[in-house]
């Protein structure tokens, strides 16, 4: 399969930029030096001044590929670079509930996305997307809602089961 790296670079970038100018920072101050490595195993935070993705989660090829698939690829470059910003810049060290800092970062990615691609109506699919998944788990019986009464230690435990923290972030 021919991947268009050329594509996936220009969108690496347009999200950067379109960052930098939105936060009013210093051309550069983001990372640009970005990796895609067959086989990772992490799935694509910063570290070491480095941006690394799974090669498998950002081959994109226009021709084969749908609409869809470039929303997706967007979201993920969106997330690791919006995750540059608030991994460094702003979260401060109080903020010790990953569950918001991620929460903030995946909705200004996607805000981000939106203004690079208008047409493809990325807040409105977040909207729906994050309020079915939201439904679903408080239909599930698997936990309660962020915001509900506590009647004993057990109900205090489930505030920090696994879906808990997935529905606080919806990523």
């Not at 550069?28 to 090669?55: H, M």
Request: net charge negative; with cysteine; aromatic share 12%.
């Amino acid at each position: 399969m021919e991947v268009q790296w050329d594509q996936i670079l220009k969108l690496i970038e347009d999200v950067t930029r379109t960052i930098e100018h939105t936060w009013q920072l210093q051309e550069g101050y983001l990372l640009r030096n970005q990796f895609a490595i067959a086989g990772l195993t992490d799935d694509g935070v910063d570290k070491f001044a480095f941006v690394l993705y799974r090669e498998e989660d950002i081959i994109y090829n226009e021709k084969i590929d749908p609409i869809a698939r470039k929303i997706e690829l967007s979201r993920i470059i969106g997330r690791k670079v919006v995750g540059q910003l608030f991994g460094t810049a702003v979260s401060p060290s109080w903020w010790s509930c990953m569950w918001l800092n991620e929460g903030i970062a995946t909705l200004f990615s996607v805000y981000t996305i939106n203004q690079i691609m208008p047409e493809s109506r990325m807040l409105d699919l977040f909207v729906v997307q994050t309020q079915q998944e939201s439904l679903r788990l408080d239909d599930s019986q698997v936990m309660n809602a962020l915001d509900s009464e506590i009647d004993s230690i057990s109900e205090i435990n489930s505030l920090f089961s696994f879906t808990y923290y997935i529905k606080g972030i919806e990523y």
